[in-house]
């Protein structure tokens, strides 16, 4: 069976729009295709990847160059630039290191919500973006866009279709893939994209599941046209699998 999640990963001539938000390939999919040019430079499990956007990421050629910074015992530092017609549309920094001491571990952030949904996803809406084709959709926490609200978190289950492997890729699309906080403040569909995003990885193993996971959004900030988001998602398990700070730009 097609997996176009898997196979998008490593497409380097982007002739697809299927996978599209506004101008450009969705952030979330960028993220990944980093995460997995990273990966196949570093010994170690990623742990902290920060990207800044640019421009959008079109379709054709993506020249994604990286580049080890430092290298320690058990740590290693990388640059990542990707190019379109020699012009920088994404530049980014990830650290990666290996496992240290695990007798201080500890989980203090509980999920907003246990029960994994048993009802089917909600159905494709016009006014989605393209690339929310590929994943499914249950929200269980915060009103929808553009009803004004004052309380600007929500968030719900989500899932990958044709996909149940949870890896550093995976966490990095999903937690890319929701709508914005922010727009539950809004009246009306505004031009937006992320900025920048910075995301933490709770987890060094892939794994696998079929239940989807929980994404919880939340905005702390709106200034100037940009909103200063906060995202965590958990497995279904209740582990937590990453937590982001993204600077969700708010166009006109």
Request: proline letters at 7%; glycine letters at 8%; one cysteine or more.
């Amino acid at each position: 069976m097609s997996n176009p999640f898997r196979e998008a990963l490593h497409l380097r001539d982007l002739d697809t729009t299927s996978w599209f938000q506004g101008r450009g390939v969705y952030g979330g999919l960028v993220f990944a295709q980093l995460a997995v040019q990273i990966q196949q430079h570093s010994r170690f499990p990623m742990r902290r990847l920060h990207v800044d956007m640019c421009a959008p990421v079109a379709t054709g050629f993506i020249d994604i160059a990286v580049q080890l910074m430092r290298e320690g015992a058990n740590t290693q530092f990388f640059q990542v630039i990707c190019r379109q017609n020699d012009k920088v549309v994404t530049q980014g920094t990830a650290v990666c290191g290996g496992v240290r001491v695990g007798e201080f571990d500890q989980h203090n952030f509980e999920r907003p919500q246990v029960d994994v949904p048993s009802m089917p996803s909600i159905p494709q809406n016009p006014l989605m973006p393209t690339f929310t084709q590929h994943f499914e959709y249950w929200p269980t926490i915060g009103p929808f866009p553009f009803t004004r609200s004052a309380d600007l978190n929500c968030g719900g289950w989500i899932r990958c279709r044709r996909d149940q492997t949870i890896d550093v890729p995976m966490v990095l699309a999903l937690m890319d893939a929701w709508w914005p906080a922010v727009s539950l403040g809004l009246n009306a569909p505004r031009p937006m994209g992320t900025i920048s995003f910075t995301v933490d990885i709770c987890f060094d193993q892939p794994f696998v599941q079929s239940e989807p996971c929980l994404l919880y959004n939340t905005c702390s900030e709106v200034q100037d046209g940009y909103a200063i988001e906060n995202n965590m998602l958990w497995s279904a398990s209740g582990k937590l699998l990453g937590r982001s700070q993204q600077n969700v730009v708010i166009i006109r």
